[in-house]
T-cell receptor, first 111, second 116 residues
Framework: RKEVEQDPGPFNVPEGATVAFNCTYSNSASQSFFWYRQDCRKEPKLLMSVYSSGNEDGRFTAQLNRASQYISLLIRDSKLSDSATYLCAVNGNTGGFKTIFGAGTRLFVKA | EAGVAQSPRYKIIEKRQSVAFWCNPISGHATLYWYQQILGQGPKLLIQFQNNGVVDDSQLPKDRFSAERLKGVDSTLKIQPAKLEDSAVYLC??????????????FGPGTRLLVL
């Protein structure tokens, strides 16, 4: 089993749709969680950190479920510009804090 | 604020040749990371420095890859000799401090390596 797993997609949604991605992690000792956005042929950029209480930034909402060991990202009112790959990242204390990235979920938003 | 700088942006070499990549992190960032991202996969951590000390290099193929951060600022990653499977994007990232506190990592534009 991979340490961090994501559905690769692609998710094809129309503009204005709501779309959700999940990311599961295997290390129960993981301590911090992130969603990064990566545009084609570009570097990853932090979208948002994921807190235990959940957090929201405009149209984006991130949740953490420690019991089931997954994080989620909800995008409301999708825009064409949201088309990208969304990477989840997990920091865990496995002999030193190390960030493990998932393979990413591809999102295409269509007009 | 200047971001993470990397060079070269692109490199094409033949297998068994050597190649080196350079990274200049954001000023004041103590932690520097080198990742390998193969097409269709997420970034995989190769090595992590805290100042000029190695924190984690468990996934670095040490028979061919080496990295250093001599003065706790710039870093170089070297591959010698290169194999076809080393074709990937090599991303450098930096963060203000140790990732234990959930530090944000800032990535450079990457170096695209093609090994023929």
């Amino acid at each position: 089993r991979k340490e961090v797993e994501q559905d690769p997609g692609p998710f094809n949604v129309p503009e204005g749709a709501t779309v959700a991605f999940n990311c599961t992690y295997s290390n129960s000792a993981s301590q911090s969680f992130f969603w990064y956005r990566q545009d084609c042929r570009k570097e990853p950029k932090l979208l948002m950190s994921v807190y235990s209480s959940g957090n929201e930034d405009g149209r984006f909402t991130a949740q953490l479920n420690r019991a089931s060991q997954y994080i989620s990202l909800l995008i409301r009112d999708s825009k064409l510009s949201d088309s990208a790959t969304y990477l989840c990242a997990v920091n865990g204390n496995t002999g030193g804090f190390k960030t493990i990235f998932g393979a990413g979920t591809r999102l295409f938003v269509k007009a | 604020e200047a971001g993470v700088a990397q060079s070269p942006r692109y490199k094409i070499i033949e297998k068994r040749q050597s190649v080196a990549f350079w990274c200049n992190p954001i000023s004041g960032h103590a932690t520097l990371y080198w990742y390998q991202q193969i097409l269709g996969q997420g970034p995989k951590l190769l090595i992590q420095f805290q100042n000029n000390g190695v924190v984690d290099d468990s996934q670095l193929p040490k028979d061919r890859f080496s990295a250093e951060r001599l003065k706790g600022v710039d870093s170089t990653l070297k591959i010698q000799p290169a194999k076809l499977e080393d074709s990937a994007v090599y991303l450098c990232a930096s963060s203000l401090d140790y990732p234990g506190a959930g530090e944000t990592q800032y990535f450079g534009p990457g170096t695209r390596l093609l090994v023929l």
